[in-house]
């Protein structure tokens, strides 16, 4: 369980401005060292300069420092972690903030606070008729059962897919509804199961496979809900549909809260406002283990790189993020896209995302972001990518662009998008351990979301060339977007919403 975090309730925390041009030494206030701020005029910045600063001991040190971060977590969770409410947690944050502090008037830095709902089930099953499904998996922010204890009742099946409240027969108050997975989020189904009276809510796959799915926003109907595959759901579906009874038993105990966390952002005080390459990490992990790799990885890199970055000058203004609660469902990229005015909103050129750069069974990773489904510049961006890791004589794969990283609210909100990773807990396939070594069967990352997460779980060569390449794109940017589409008018684009199935790492539709 997370402690609410006691933070200024403002919104916006002010960013620190710089007090005076010419103030000269800055001293850090908690490492006591000297920073010197000078006047010189940089050099501008240069991608294969950038690029040359990155080196695999600085981020290993860096890895080291967070995974000791996440220890902090262990006397609440009794080993390391990083998620949000957590110590580690703060720790975190307040590393980030300190590292960027002590790079001086190069950043302003911005603290921007925001409630995050946070679900914990610490129990958990379901009994269909005599058998005890395997596949039954509680979805993401689900309430308890009533009380916190088993619920009994008949399953009933749900007409259609049960995204109308006239979809629920009379009959499943009391009862438990049984409910096909498709058309419109699991969230609106356990709120119409909810408001039929249902006592419980089963959603079950269109596909053989298992449901990992989040409920999202709390809402007072939502009722306990699990997701179950397709394949166990079959001979069930048969004897409901010949009318045949089906017992069950669904017991979950969960609590949902919600708590104050932070985005911490760092934008260079040097460069046109106006024009603006955004990029992004998240700060914390899961409950499970520290997250070194996820995304540990991603926010070390980006340190990485705006530390290298202050040697030189930029012409368009680079503004970094380190987003929390994208665990819980990109709560902290979708309350900052949610909470910038148009204006704002136009000035930020592209949002690049770094999510898992270092997976140790890793694929070099782009998402497939065009600009069919995508505001315009997101190809272009997919574009750089695919040419460096040509110039390099590097393989990568396409991956799909469909919300499982912070790139989400941004894309929604008509801000041309991407990044790159290096895989979760999908399998390497012959080909791909051909193209980039490792093991075919396994994981790209074995230890994805576990307590495994931790130093051993990085492979550092595809670290370093994936922090060359981010240093690329931010340098790339900072100098110019010549090349670059210019923002248009934003209009939704429904073929990006038809295709994303993800809220962050849980399914949500
Ligand atoms: C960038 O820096 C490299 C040295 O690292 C230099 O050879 C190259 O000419 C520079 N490129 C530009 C465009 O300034
Ligand atoms: C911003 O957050 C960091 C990390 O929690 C904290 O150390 C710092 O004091 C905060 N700064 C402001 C101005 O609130
Ligand atoms: C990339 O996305 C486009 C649609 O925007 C699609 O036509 C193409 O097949 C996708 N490529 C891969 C390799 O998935
Ligand atoms: C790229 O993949 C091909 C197989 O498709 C492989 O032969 C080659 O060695 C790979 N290149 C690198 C740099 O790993
Ligand atoms: C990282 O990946 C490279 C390329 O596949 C491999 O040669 C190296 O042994 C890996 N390093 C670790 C620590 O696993
Ligand atoms: C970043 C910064 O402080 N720039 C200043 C450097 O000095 C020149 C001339 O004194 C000023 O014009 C810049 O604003
Ligand atoms: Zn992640």
Redesign the pocket.
Known sequence: MGALIKYSSLALCAALAPTSALQVPFLSSNTQTLVQVTNETKPLVNSSALQDLISGDRLMMRAKKLYKIAKMGEEEYNHPTRVIGSLGHLGTLSYIYETILQLGEYYSITNQSFPAVSGNVFESRLVLGDEVPKSAAPMGLTPPTKNREPVHGTLVLIENEGCDSSDYPAEVAGDIAFIKRGTCPFGTKSEHAGRAGANAAVVYNYDKDGVHGTLGTPSPFHVATFGLSGEEAAPIIKKLENKEYVDAIAYIDAEVKTILTVNIIAQTTDGDPDNCVMLGAHSDSVAEGPGINDDGSGTISLLEVATQLTEYSVNNCVRFAWWAGEEEGLLGSDYYVATLPAEENKKIRLFMDYDMMASPNFAYQIY?A?N??NPEGSEELRDLYIDWYEEQGLNYT?IPFDGRSDYDGFIRNGIPGGGIATGAEGIKTKKEEKMFGGNAGDWYDPCYHQLCDDLGNVNVTAWIVNTRLIAHSVATYARSFEDFPKRTVFTASSAYENQAKYHGPKLFI
């Open positions: 497939n065009t069919a489904l396409f």
